[in-house]
């Protein structure tokens, strides 16, 4: 089968051709349709942070996936070939077969094209246990989600409005209509005005997508006894007692229930899911670059929200 594989940190990815993977009893042989690019793949390749992610070479990346149930081990149930799912894995999705335990997966909403599907896993299930999970949000309360217009950041706006919270934003200024579309109730934008100045009164929630001296500033804006949940750098210990809130750096924790339970909200129509790009896996390097590139890309054109997606088959 192809994979894209990285054979030295930092190195190229290389289009190899590799034995596919062979399913244990326990495993579920899913033919990949789609799957999408996280930052996370980004760091783990770098090397950068090898102690804290540490990988094997040569390796895969691709942490979500769509695609199509080929084989069934003896003792996974659950699934049967031809079942469309999508889910999350460790690594290895950049590739067109990967064997999975049934509890790595759920059916895939049959309103979302694959490519659409393989953007959800890790970005939804982030923003709910940020800001469910690690910031204990709750209906009536102020969130402010600092990176509102990126992949996590859209769903934690919706999953915030829904729950009847007041949601601020911060985000480029371009980005205020999609972000009041889809529940956000004020957007500050971050290139012109300082949130801390924009703020009248505090806030009981702030989920940090952004780090740096965004996450700094974040304590003056937050009630005592309130949650700053980070999703890219450690919170200081000595900050959060000082200001007397609860500081969080969270790790997603991928679940068949939650993601499930996604899926019914995407079917229904009470969650929607945006693709940026869609790159074909031979185009791996371009869409990666893309995606290091971030904000100041030149390839990137406005208005672009949600993930940059590969389509393998
Ligand atoms: N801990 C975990 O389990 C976990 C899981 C998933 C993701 N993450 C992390 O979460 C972060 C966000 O991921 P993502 O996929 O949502 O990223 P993304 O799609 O690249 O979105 C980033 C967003 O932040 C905006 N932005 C940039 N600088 C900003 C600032 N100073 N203030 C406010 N907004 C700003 C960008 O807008 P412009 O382009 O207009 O600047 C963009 O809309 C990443 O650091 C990622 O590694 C952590």
Redesign the pocket.
């Known amino acids: 089968m192809k994979a894209v594989r990285l054979h030295t940190y930092g190195g190229p990815l290389a289009f190899d051709e590799i034995h596919p993977p062979v399913i244990a009893d326990n495993e579920v042989l899913v033919k990949i349709r789609s799957t999408a690019i996280?930052?996370?793949d980004l760091?783990e390749a770098s090397g950068a942070a090898r102690e804290v992610f540490p990988i094997d070479l040569p390796w895969i990346p691709g942490h979500e996936f769509s695609g199509i149930v080929e084989r069934v081990g003896k003792d996974a149930g659950g699934f049967a070939p031809g079942d469309a799912v999508f889910g999350n894995s460790t690594s290895g999705a950049f590739a067109e077969y990967m064997a999975v335990e049934p509890a790595a997966i759920v059916g895939k909403p049959p309103n979302l094209s694959f490519d659409e599907a393989a953007s959800v896993p890790?970005?939804a299930?982030?923003?709910w246990?940020?800001i469910f999970t690690h910031g204990h949000l709750k209906t009536g309360q102020t969130i402010l989600i600092?990176?509102?217009?990126?992949?996590?950041?859209?769903y934690a706006v919706q999953f915030a409005a829904q729950v009847g919270a007041i949601v601020v934003?911060?985000?480029?200024g371009?980005?205020e209509a999609y972000l009041k579309a889809i529940g956000a109730n004020r957007v500050?934008d971050?290139?012109t005005s300082k949130?801390e100045t924009e703020l009248a009164d505090r806030v009981d929630v702030v989920f940090d997508?952004?780090?740096?001296?965004?996450q700094q500033r974040s304590f003056q804006v937050l009630k005592k006894g309130g949650y700053l949940v980070?999703?890219?750098?450690p919170v200081s210990r000595e900050e959060a007692a000082k200001h007397g809130v609860t500081g969080t750096?969270?790790?997603?924790?991928p679940s068949a229930e939650l993601l499930g339970r996604i899926a019914t909200m995407l079917e229904d129509g009470r969650l929607r899911t945006d693709v940026?790009t869609v790159y074909s896996l031979a185009d791996v390097a371009q869409a990666w670059s893309d995606?290091a590139g971030?904000?100041?890309s030149a390839a990137?054109t406005?208005p672009?929200?949600?993930?940059v997606v590969l389509r393998v088959a």
Not at 249 to 253: A, D, H, P, S, W
């Open positions: 996280n930052h996370l760091v890790v970005a299930q982030t923003a246990q940020g600092h990176g509102g217009a990126g992949a996590v950041g859209a934003v911060t985000a480029s371009d980005d500050i971050y290139r949130f997508l952004i780090g740096g001296e965004t980070a999703a890219n750098q750096l969270m790790n997603l924790t940026a995606m971030g904000p100041a990137r406005r672009r929200h949600g993930k």
